[in-house]
């Protein structure tokens, strides 16, 4: 079956403190994968994308994530998290002949002064 | 250039009423997606249209239906509205399966 699953439902972070959001995938052909941020009572704004090539891959807002096969997992990092940083986060699976994107259930990234 | 636009942002509906949901894609996208995100849940994929035809389909019941017009904007229409169809409505656009969406802001539905 195709899911997509990050394992924290709420993580709480001081601002500075570095990030990690978890997204683990299971996916029959080849993915290409996606986070997501979404700001209360807003849509949705891509923060990066994975299709093929270099593992790790840089974002807007100073993101990246790194494609791990063998552990199918996407997670995605940041070095030093802002306050405006705070929202809910979305990773997502999808491939190459589909604009059907499998969405996880979303990790809510609170951030602390 | 504007990107992904939809209209109401929000509406109130009572159950067994009817509703049309409205969104114009971001210039140069053909292909218009359809995704419903119930509260504290990730969106669901709903159906997509290209070429005026719904080309895919999510796990979603006929009272979800649309239409794509000749300038690539599409509508959503429910049918019969149950208190379970209240939820942010999420339009996406692309070029035809390259696997990028650009989302718009969402209408959200309640039903009452």
């Known amino acids: 079956a195709q899911s997509v699953t990050q394992p924290d439902i709420h993580i709480t972070v001081s601002e500075g403190a570095s990030l990690e959001l978890r997204c683990n995938y299971s996916y029959g052909a080849t993915p290409y994968l996606f986070w997501y941020v979404q700001s209360p009572g807003q849509g949705l704004q891509l923060l990066l994308k994975?299709?093929?090539?270099?593992?790790l891959v840089q974002g807007i807002k100073g993101f990246e994530a790194e494609f791990k096969r063998s552990q199918s997992s996407f997670n995605l990092r940041k070095p030093s998290v802002h306050w405006s940083d705070a929202a809910e986060y979305f990773c997502a699976v999808g491939s190459s002949n589909t604009d059907k994107l499998i969405f996880g259930t979303g990790t809510r990234l609170q951030v602390f002064p | 250039d504007a990107g992904v636009t939809q209209s109401p942002t929000h509406l109130i509906k009572t159950r067994g009423q009817q509703v049309t949901l409205r969104c114009s894609p971001k210039?140069?996208?053909?292909?218009v997606s359809w995704y419903q995100q119930a509260l504290g849940q990730g969106p669901q994929f709903i159906f997509q249209?290209?070429?005026?035809?719904?080309?895919q389909r999510g796990n979603f019941p006929d009272r979800f239906s649309g239409h794509q017009f000749p300038n690539y904007s599409s509508e959503l229409n429910v049918n019969a509205l149950l208190l379970g169809d209240s939820a942010l409505y999420l339009c996406a656009s692309s070029q035809r399966n390259t696997g990028e969406l650009f989302f718009g802001e969402g209408s959200r539905l309640t039903v009452l």
């Open positions: 210039s140069g996208h053909d292909t």
């Open positions: 249209y290209y070429e005026e035809e719904e080309r």
């Open positions: 994975y299709f093929s090539g270099d593992t």
